[in-house]
């Protein structure tokens, strides 16, 4: 095995001596509470803003039906992002706001639970398809709208602690 491989390995938890992925064995770790919250942005035009807030999307409430989209993205996560840990989540909430100056829908997902990892890629994942579902819903009318602005905002327990942006 090489010296790179070797340093690498050290460093990525997801990543064994011999450069292989795997699956990090969390089983000895106790369980503590976490939680996590990532924000992301939608862009688009102002009228769409204004389809959406008037309710007058033909395919129906785009709050409503992206909020439900996050909760069930966070409750799959460990299916679609390899290596994560199947979690028994306790909480998910998605919320939106209107930046009127910016033309865009900002999102923002809370996920806890109590567990041996952490719930980072959950709340992630719930911001990112629920971006994915207002574009959805919504191109139609704006084909021109902008996914973007995913990041993790904070997360809490565990043996890191707390971490804010």
Same mark, same amino acid.
């Given at each position: 095995?090489? &010296?790179?491989?070797?340093?690498?390995?050290?460093?990525?938890?997801?990543?064994?001596?011999?450069? &292989?992925?795997?699956?990090?064995?969390?089983?000895?770790?106790?369980?503590?509470?976490?939680?996590?919250?990532?924000?992301?942005?939608?862009?688009?035009? !102002?009228?769409?803003?204004?389809?959406?807030?008037?309710?007058?999307?033909?395919?129906?409430?785009?709050?409503?039906?992206?909020?439900?989209?996050?909760?069930?993205?966070?409750?799959?996560?460990?299916?679609?992002?390899?290596?994560?840990?199947?979690?028994?989540?306790?909480?998910?909430?998605?919320?939106?706001?209107?930046?009127?100056?910016?033309?865009?829908?900002?999102?923002?997902?809370?996920?806890?639970?109590?567990?041996?990892?952490?719930?980072?890629?959950?709340?992630?994942?719930?911001?990112?398809?629920?971006?994915?579902?207002?574009?959805?819903?919504? !191109?139609?009318?704006? &084909?021109?709208?902008?996914?973007?602005?995913?990041?993790?905002?904070?997360?809490?327990?565990?043996?890191?602690?707390?971490?804010?942006?």
């Amino acid at each position: 095995m090489s &010296k790179s491989k070797s340093k690498l390995s050290n460093k990525l938890t997801h990543i064994n001596k011999e450069g &292989k992925a795997t699956m990090v064995d969390v089983g000895e770790k106790p369980a503590t509470q976490r939680e996590a919250v990532a924000t992301g942005a939608v862009y688009m035009k !102002k009228s769409t803003i204004g389809l959406i807030t008037g309710n007058r999307v033909a395919k129906g409430n785009v709050f409503e039906t992206a909020r439900l989209a996050g909760i069930m993205a966070a409750k799959k996560t460990c299916g679609l992002i390899p290596l994560c840990h199947q979690l028994n989540l306790s909480s998910v909430s998605v919320g939106f706001n209107i930046d009127n100056k910016k033309n865009r829908v900002e999102i923002e997902a809370r996920v806890k639970c109590s567990g041996q990892t952490g719930v980072e890629m959950e709340a992630l994942t719930s911001v990112s398809v629920a971006a994915l579902t207002i574009y959805d819903m919504c !191109k139609a009318v704006d &084909k021109a709208m902008i996914v973007s602005d995913i990041m993790l905002m904070e997360k809490r327990g565990g043996k890191s602690g707390e971490w804010k942006r």
